[in-house]
Every structure is written in C-alpha cells, then in structure tokens.
C-alpha cells in the first residue's frame, strides 16, 4: 500500500483479556518499529525490527508484551493480560532501513487507539 | 534522567508572533536530530531535520549546539494552522528514534 496500514484503530477490551495489534508497513521496508503513546505524554519506543537481525526489544514494559514480524513484512504486537495501564494509542512506523544522518525515512501508521476497561 | 527534554508548555501566542522551542538531550552519542509535527489525535510528521549549521525552511528555523546538547526550533510569523505539539527528536546509534514529550504550541486569532 502506500502508507503503513495499522489495525484495529479502535479496540476497547477488558481487563484480563489478550489483544493484537498489526501493522502493516509500506512495501520494501526492511525496518519496522512499535512506539506507544499514552495521553499527553511524548512516544515511547518499544521494539525494533531491522530485516533478518535479531530484534531490538529493550523498550518492551513488560514480559506480557511481545511482538513478530512474519516474513520480514507485517507485525503483530500482542499484550497479554492487559491492565489499565497499558491504554494508549500504539504506533507503528516503517523505514526503508538504517540511515545515518539526514532524513530518517520513518512513516507512521495512524496508530490502534487501545483502552482497557 | 530522559534522554530528551522539552518544556511540555503550552504556549499560547498570537497569529504573527514568533515563537521558539527549546530541547536538550543526554547523550552526547546521538547521530541525527529532527523535529516532528503531531496534530491532535494524528501520527507524528516530519517536520525538519537539525544540523549544527542550521537549517531553515521558510518561517521555521532549526539549530543544534552539539557542545551544549541542544536543539531548537523557531517558528516566525505563526500561523493558525501552526497549532500542533511540536517534538524533539533523536536519532541513536541503536537505530531508533527516540521522542522528547512535546511542546504544545496554540496559535490564537
């Protein structure tokens, strides 16, 4: 597509239960990022996917948030047992790759609004 | 400590005026720095990239003072449509951007 596609952009789920997020990033993107953002505050990275590497998962809160990319092309963060807490709207971003200095080439989703009852 | 720091303001300014954010950062290794645009309830956009030589792009203006670890953006002659949440951010050695919270600016008639 032309843009990077997320879904659902709205859940509303209970206390408890599990959800998943995907995203789908722009065709050709070897990098794939999830960021959260809860109300008023600034975006927090949570994990990094660059082609083939290992990912980058230093930003995850917790043991009940994990995330894949099958296929080097669409993700899906899941959170487990979600708790208020985790409500928020989650971004994902795609990149053409590493780049050093100058345009970093990231294009958001429009982001799942998340909340948890 | 944050890595990135921005007064969350907001600033209230009337159409004409100049307005400037400021943002300091902790690690004197980040790469690349950039300041994002995000309206309500939108994904962030780019907005412009920050060098040590400056670079302006019409009534914005960025800088980056890499011995002082600190960027700003001036915006002249605001805009309505300039009200957004303006933010500052990084780019790492580990690949990543890394966002400051933001300033909310308001462009008032």
């Known amino acids: 597509g032309a843009g990077v596609s997320q879904s659902p952009s709205n859940k509303v789920t209970e206390k408890g239960k599990d959800v998943e997020l995907r995203c789908d990033p722009i065709?050709?993107?070897?990098?794939l990022y999830w960021y959260r953002q809860s109300l008023g505050q600034g975006l927090e990275f949570l994990i990094y996917?660059?082609?083939?590497?290992?990912?980058?998962k230093s930003g995850l809160p917790s043991d009940r948030f994990s995330a894949e990319r099958t296929g080097g092309s669409v993700s899906t963060l899941t959170i487990q047992r979600t708790q208020q807490e985790d409500s928020a709207v989650y971004l994902c971003?795609?990149?053409?790759?590493?780049?050093?200095?100058?345009?970093?080439?990231?294009?958001f989703g429009s982001g799942t609004r998340l909340t948890v009852v | 400590r944050k890595e990135v720091e921005q007064d969350p303001g907001p600033f209230n300014v009337p159409e004409g005026a100049t307005v400037a954010f400021n943002c300091t950062y902790s690690?004197?290794?980040?790469?690349?720095f950039f300041w994002y645009r995000q309206d309500c309830r939108k994904e962030p956009k780019l907005l412009m990239s920050?060098?040590?030589s400056g670079n302006e792009d019409g009534r914005f203006t960025a800088q980056l003072n890499r011995a002082s670890q600190y960027i700003s953006l001036l915006i002249r002659d605001s805009k309505l449509s300039d009200s957004a949440t303006y933010l500052c951010?990084?780019?790492?050695?580990?690949?990543?951007?890394?966002f400051g919270q933001g300033t909310e600016l308001s462009v008032k008639p």
């Open positions: 971003a795609s990149s053409p790759g590493r780049s050093g200095t100058g345009r970093p080439g990231y294009t």
């Open positions: 951010v990084l780019y790492n050695q580990g690949g990543k951007l890394i």
């Open positions: 690690n004197s290794a980040s790469q690349s």
């Open positions: 065709s050709g993107h070897t990098a």
């Open positions: 920050v060098y040590s």
């Open positions: 996917f660059q082609g083939n590497s290992a990912p980058d």
